[in-house]
């Protein structure tokens, strides 16, 4: 019985998440909405609660009825947290823990407010990222190749070369029966160790990526050979038979283009260095030590923590602002109803 109703009193709390209790001691100001012994919800209050809902929420509180029933809730909340007062729970450490967490997310907030990116960041900063990050945002033209290499030497070129057109017969044969004649054809007769067994493929290059590799003979043939259309290409290996198998379009984004986006990832840079500077300050201010011998007989449980790594009860660690979470405000709902009693 006595889990039950816990369990109950867990359950109201939760589904009145949404509503923050005044913290004690706290006065409130202006005329009130519902009043009693230790609990005054005040008409600013009230519409603070509601403009936290989100704006579909907030169209079922239209009428006095409605709004009755959210006042509902937030009188509800406001009851048990009085009665959680007079139990002294204000004191407890897991309240105490909770009431960190809140403060270190509204410290972090106001200390680190995200502002307007495009005016924390100056155009010449933007124009300094976009020239060391050029690759990222001008991407020249890509082909695939498939290709069958005949390797040859000043000695025997004339031979090789006589090799490569019979091959390429024999492709253009095989082709019109097998669409996959040329990897099979790579697999079985190809000089090129390296993409033998892969059927030829060469993956995707730019054309200086191809020049640079195998010539720019190759690369010209590369980027000028129709889809399809098998070619024999004379380089210093010797002969390849290539075919075009795949194309990527080039692509080129200017720096106005993709101003806001570098503003907001320099100002995210920006808070985050600032945030690392700040909490290293009150390091420093605050003398801290590290007891390694007490440290080291800590016993840690195999079983995962409720929180994330490094800080107790879920509370973040070390997070940059802007990544501070930010815990979701559920609509006010109704408490459910008591437990049954126990069966005799």
Known sequence: MTRALAAAGIAVALALSGCKPTPPGTQK?????????????TAVEFKARLDEQSPFLRQRYQNLERKKEFLDSLVKFEVLAHAAE?????????VQMTMKKAMVQKLVSKKFAEGDASKDVSDADV????????????KPARVRVAGVLVSATDKDRAQKG????????????AAKKDPQALQALARASSDDAATKASGGDLGFRSQDEFGKQFGPAFAA??????????????????????????????ITRTVEQVKPQIQSRLQREK????????????????KVTVNEAELEKVTVSSAPAAGGPGMPGGM?????????????????????????PAQK
């Open 29 to 41: 100001s202006g005329p009130a909405v519902a009043q009693g012994d230790g609990v005054v919800v």
């Open 86 to 94: 007079k139990e002294g729970l204000q004191n407890d450490p897991d």
């Open 127 to 138: 124009q300094k990222f976009y020239d060391e990050h050029k690759d990222d945002f001008v």
């Open 162 to 173: 006589a090799q490569a057109r019979k091959l390429a017969a024999q492709l253009k044969s």
């Open 221 to 250: 043939a590369a980027f000028e050979t129709k889809d399809g259309e098998d070619l024999i290409v004379e380089t210093a290996q010797g002969f390849w038979l290539i075919r075009v198998t795949g194309r990527q379009e080039g």
């Open 271 to 286: 808070r985050t260095k600032e945030f690392d500077e700040y909490v290293k300050k009150l390091r420093e201010d605050a």
């Open 316 to 340: 973040p660690g070390g997070m940059p602002p802007g990544a501070m979470p930010r815990p979701a405000m559920p609509p006010p709902q109704a408490a459910p109803p008591p437990p049954a």
